[in-house]
C-alpha cells in the first residue's frame, strides 16, 4: 500500500509518477484520448436546430456548438422549431423536452414523420421523465460541454 503525494511526470505518450515513499507507472493512452476529444471537437459546419424556451439555456448550447464550428440555429417553441425545419437544411436538432407550448418528444415524433433524415437529441433536466418510445437520443442535465460535442458528433456522424 502507497500513500503520500505523487508528483507526475509526463513521459512522451505515458505519464510517470513518482514519491519518495513508492513510485507508481500510470499508463495512460493518450492517442486514443485525443482521437476522442479531436472527434467530438470537430465539424464540418453542419446545421443544428436547438430548441428551448430558456433564453440562456438556448444561448449556452448555441455557443459551445459554434464555438466548434457548427451553424446554429435557434428556436424557443415547437411550433417556431417546426418553421425553421421547413425552411433551412438541418441534420441535428437539440431540443428541451419540457417547454411551453408542446414538449421535446412531440417535436421529435413531427420530426421523425415529415424529416426522417433529420438526427434529434433531447435535453431533458427531469431524469425520470418517461415519453413516448421514439429511441431517441437523451442527455441529462446538468451537462458537460463535452459530453454535449460528443453526443452531436456521434449523432451526425451516424449512417
Not at 56 to 70: K, P, T
Not at 74 to 101: H, I, K
Request: hydrophobic share 50%.
Amino acid at each position: 500500500m502507497c500513500s503520500g503525494v505523487l508528483k507526475v511526470i509526463p513521459l512522451g505518450d505515458k505519464f510517470r509518477s513518482d514519491s519518495e515513499i513508492c513510485s507508481i507507472f500510470i499508463w495512460i493512452q493518450l492517442m486514443s484520448v485525443s482521437y476522442i476529444m479531436n472527434k467530438a471537437h470537430s465539424s464540418g459546419g453542419e446545421a443544428i436546430l436547438v430548441v428551448d424556451d430558456e433564453p440562456a439555456m438556448r444561448a449556452l448550447v448555441g455557443e459551445i456548438l459554434r464555438i466548434h464550428g457548427y451553424t446554429v440555429l435557434v428556436s424557443s417553441s415547437v411550433a417556431e422549431a417546426l418553421d425553421v425545419l421547413q425552411r433551412e437544411p438541418v441534420v441535428l436538432v437539440v431540443s428541451d423536452v419540457v417547454m411551453a407550448g408542446g414538449d421535446g418528444f412531440q417535436l421529435a415524433e413531427t420530426i421523425k414523420k415529415q424529416h426522417p433524415a433529420v438526427k434529434i437529441l433531447l435535453v431533458s433536466g427531469y431524469n425520470d421523465y418517461i415519453g413516448p418510445n421514439l429511441s431517441i437520443e437523451m442527455l441529462n442535465k446538468p451537462f458537460k460541454s463535452a459530453d454535449l460535442l460528443l453526443r452531436v458528433r456521434a449523432l451526425i456522424a451516424e449512417v
